[in-house]
T-cell receptor
């Protein structure tokens, strides 16, 4: 089985621009979560989607948004980029079986640098 | 809000020595607790979860509700255990709260 795939792997943007990151979950996984990883704050939950619906959202400003498509693929968007948005953005998928097993399968991440 | 604390950023032990990676959590309900690991140049992956009460790669972790701890232990460290370890808690959803991680370095 192919793992979680994230694209692009690396990107550089300037302040004020926007960015879209993509995530393809493991086949059969319907839950997709996004995390931001920075040296200072560590791993922080952004949001989680299941069946095209956002089920949970972390404590991030509205500039951070996401969506999930019918094939479970997900995208996240960050608008009006700030220097502090520079981070590794990790996507994780999970096989939702009604009870949280907590086993998230992570992608390699998209490393965003904002100049 | 949930909070997970890993007090050690870096832990160095000699090969064959016991290992204990500390994790404390704050959650008033019944948390679900996990240890994730990231080996060099690999993805973050689940090591073990408290509900399974299993031993993976010789590691175990016991949930102590009185001390709100979920320390990860291994009696004899191996060089291949060198990695970044993250403790995480969940509360019935896929929203996990991660600690900031402990880098374990096993000295040959």
């Amino acid at each position: 089985k192919a793992g979680v795939t994230q694209t692009p792997r690396y990107l550089i943007k300037t302040r004020g621009q926007q960015v879209t990151l993509s995530c393809s979950p493991i086949s059969g996984h319907r839950s997709v979560s996004w995390y931001q990883q920075t040296p200072g704050q560590g791993l922080q939950f952004l949001f989680e989607y299941f069946s095209e619906t956002q089920r949970n959202k972390g404590n991030f400003p509205g500039r951070f948004s996401g969506r999930q498509f019918s094939n479970s693929r997900s995208e996240m968007n960050v608008s009006t980029l700030e220097l502090g948005d520079s981070a590794l953005y990790l996507c994780a998928s999970s096989l939702d079986v009604g009870k949280n097993t907590g086993e998230l399968f992570f992608g390699e991440g998209s490393r965003l640098t904002v100049l | 809000a949930q909070r997970v604390t890993q007090p050690e950023k870096l832990l160095s032990v000699f090969k064959g020595a016991p290992v204990e990676l500390k994790c404390n959590y704050s959650y008033s309900g019944s948390p679900e607790l996990f240890w994730y690991v990231q080996y060099s140049r690999q993805r973050l992956q689940l090591l073990l979860r408290h509900i399974s009460r299993e031993s993976i790669k010789g590691f175990t972790a016991d949930l102590n509700k009185g001390e709100t701890s979920f320390h990860l232990k291994k009696p004899f460290a191996q060089e291949e255990d060198s990695a970044m370890y993250y403790c995480a808690s969940g509360a019935g959803s896929y929203q996990l709260t991660f600690g900031k991680g402990t880098k374990l370095s096993v000295i040959p």
